[in-house]
């Protein structure tokens, strides 16, 4: 199994052991070991600068208050990603299995899709911000 999947298997755990009636301090402790145990298998920790830079160079600069409903609609969007982003992982040349060009053709056309659709949430999401900032400023 690659270390991904270990690290992925660890954070699930760690996530799963939260009651939810626990403490801040607990869940910040389970989140600070999924994270550890994530590092631990090489990944990089979460760079929050460079993720911020990288929003504002796609031109969200405003704060989005997102729906439940647009919310959930990324949410499962980036599940897909996720799930299609595994199986294309673990078809590839060092992979325990093998997909058709069919089937990876198709797999890349949904990866697209997903992105574009979870990506127009999003536009959609900073346009009402942006006119909610100009509503407010006039």
């Given at each position: 199994m690659n270390s991904k999947a270990q690290a992925a298997r660890?954070?699930?755990?760690?996530?799963?052991?939260?009651?939810?009636?626990?403490?801040?301090?607990?869940?910040?402790?389970?989140?600070?070991d999924a994270i550890?145990?994530?590092?631990?298998?090489?990944?990089?920790?979460?760079d929050i600068h460079d993720i911020c830079s990288h929003r504002r160079a796609c031109g969200f600069t405003d704060d989005l208050a997102l729906t439940e409903c647009e919310a959930q609609a990324i949410n499962t969007r980036l599940y897909g990603l996720s799930a299609i982003s595994a199986l294309l992982m673990g078809a590839d040349d060092d992979g325990s299995f093998k997909l058709s060009k069919w089937l990876q053709g198709g797999?890349?056309?949904?990866?697209?899709?997903?992105?574009?659709?979870?990506?127009?949430?999003?536009?959609?999401?900073?346009?009402?911000?942006?006119?909610?900032?100009?509503?407010?400023?006039?």
């Open positions: 660890v954070a699930a755990k760690a996530a799963a052991g939260v009651d939810a009636s626990s403490h801040t301090s607990s869940l910040d402790s389970v989140y600070a550890q145990a994530i590092a631990g298998y090489g990944d990089q920790p979460l797999l890349h056309s949904a990866l697209y899709a997903l992105t574009e659709d979870a990506q127009g949430v999003l536009q959609r999401a900073n346009e009402k911000a942006a006119e909610g900032e100009k509503g407010g400023a006039g």
